[in-house]
């Protein structure tokens, strides 16, 4: 039960005392400070506390029960509803203040559309998996396990900092891992684990010394790494990216010590590095004597096409510096990453990183551990892609369905996002339009140097935490939106 509360109401104002309280609870209500499944203040205390009549209060509600914000339970008073249900989810349709609400939202910066948003009912996020499928309960026993042997036998010393490379058992298991999915042999003493891959580029451009030389990195590509690099001073060498990945020659043009690719999925772009692309690649950083920082961020998801060997795998003279991530494949709320270094390197990546901690919980890699050891990871996977194939499918197939040949899908079939081009248009205004339709999705721009206004036609569509259904509802909502009839 929400107690009380405290709004400004203007007796001297032309809007009756009602309105203004209805106004300032709805509004309360869409930005989330109100939340689902609260309770409103009981009638009487919050006349008293606000100085106005009880029929005030009640011609309050009323409006917002007859707009469906809030619902009255016989005793239970007036309880907030999620907002999912105000509108078609429940054969609703949205409410007319709500519609204007969608259609004045400016986006701003992603980060302030991401944090200060009215939800809204089909949200295309990049970066979200499929929670619903999510194995919870075998998660909370590895959970529970962990903490279990924390307590009872601390085998890793696990109540503490714990191993500053990470938990060995767990890394024991990535190694075996990688070699299995991506074809890698390393061993377990070649691996440290991190809390993410900004944390790791981070740590890397730390114990490698690289703001030294010139990093090179391919254009368009992932802003978190962009990020990371821009805020350390590195120098940075753009790298345009062709139809099968780099541009090998380009690079070659540089002085590059170091580049960094996403050679399983490009991103944002999509591409599937060819092999003989990786093996000039290959030979390009041979003969440079430069290093390869491979991004292996979702090559579990494929849909369709058999796997290409990741670069690591290929990698005879010991050159390239590999990074994978449980964020996709798992969940990104484990906040568990890790680096393979060249075998050359390790000595040196002990000796510096002996004055570092460990970033990574002992207790969630003690779970992960378990995780892992029981198969669990394995299946997970397997089931993983199955579902995410299907979503990937029903959105490419309700695009194709619904906007034909006015929308191109850049990108090869796999990973948890699309490119969506729409010839003529702005995603700014796609955006816009999304949504007031009900619909979130992003602009790619900040994938590009500011320079580069192909940024401009792009938008992302994240399918990993919509279901097949949201995903066809989403769709041709934003069929509607764009090209109405
Ligand atoms: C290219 C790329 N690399 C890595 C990641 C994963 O980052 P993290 O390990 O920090 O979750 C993402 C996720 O958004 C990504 O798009």
């Not at 309360?28 to 209060?57: D, F, M, W």
């Not at 580029?201 to 391919?218: D, K």
Request: charged residues 25%.
């Amino acid at each position: 039960m929400i107690l009380s509360m405290t709004p400004l109401l203007n007796k001297h104002s032309d809007t009756p005392i009602y309105d203004q309280l209805y106004r300032y609870i709805r509004e309360n209500i869409e930005n989330g400070k109100l939340p689902s499944g609260g309770k409103l203040p009981a009638i009487r205390p919050l006349a008293q506390h606000l100085n106005v009549s009880k029929n005030t209060v009640e011609a309050a509600y009323g409006q917002l029960l007859a707009e469906g914000y809030v619902e009255s339970r016989e005793r239970g008073g007036y309880v907030i509803q999620p907002i999912e249900q105000l509108w078609n989810l429940t054969g609703r349709d949205i409410p007319e203040s709500m519609r204007h609400s969608f259609s004045s939202i400016q986006p701003s910066s992603e980060a302030d559309r991401l944090e200060h948003h009215i939800p809204l009912p089909y949200e295309f996020r990049y970066g979200d998996i499929a929670f619903d499928r999510f194995p919870q309960e075998v998660w909370k026993s590895c959970l529970t396990q962990a903490i279990s042997d924390a307590v009872e036998t601390a085998p890793y010393g696990i109540l503490g900092y714990g191993d500053r490379l990470g938990h060995i058992g767990l890394r024991e298991e990535l190694a075996h891992y990688v070699y299995q999915a991506r074809g890698a042999a390393v061993d377990a003493n070649q691996i440290f684990v991190c809390a993410g891959t900004q944390y790791a580029v981070s740590l890397l451009v730390q114990l490698l010394r690289l703001r030294e030389g010139v990093f090179a990195m391919e254009e368009p590509g992932y802003h978190g790494v962009k990020t990371v690099l821009r805020g350390m001073d590195c120098r940075v060498a753009p790298i345009p990216v062709e139809s099968d990945g780099i541009d090998v020659s380009a690079l070659g043009r540089t002085d590059a010590s170091i580049v960094y690719v996403t050679p399983s999925h490009q991103f944002p772009l999509g591409m599937v590095m060819s092999v003989e692309k990786r093996l000039r690649l290959l030979k390009w950083a041979s003969a440079n004597d430069a290093l390869i920082l491979e991004d292996d961020y979702d090559s579990e998801f494929r849909y369709g096409s058999r796997p290409v060997p990741s670069l690591k795998a290929l990698d005879t003279d010991d050159r390239v510096i590999y990074m994978g991530t449980l964020s996709k494949a798992f969940l990104p709320g484990a906040r568990l990453s890790y680096v393979i270094m060249p075998r050359r390197l390790v000595p040196l990546m002990k000796e510096r990183l002996a004055n570092y901690s460990g970033s990574v919980s002992p207790m969630i890699q003690q779970a992960v551990w378990l995780f892992m050891k029981q198969g669990h990871y394995g299946r997970h996977i397997r089931r993983m892609r199955r579902i995410y194939q299907a979503r990937y499918r029903a959105l490419t197939e309700s695009i194709a369905e619904i906007m034909g040949n006015r929308a191109e899908i850049v990108g090869d079939k796999s990973g948890m996002h699309i490119l969506l081009r729409v010839a003529g248009r702005e995603s700014s205004e796609l955006i816009r339009l999304a949504e007031s339709a009900g619909c979130m999705i992003f602009s790619a721009a900040k994938h590009w140097d500011e320079s580069n206004t192909d940024a401009l036609e792009f938008v992302i569509l994240g399918f990993g935490g919509m279901d097949e259904a949201a995903l066809r509802e989403g769709v041709r909502r934003l069929g509607e939106a764009w090209f109405p009839a």
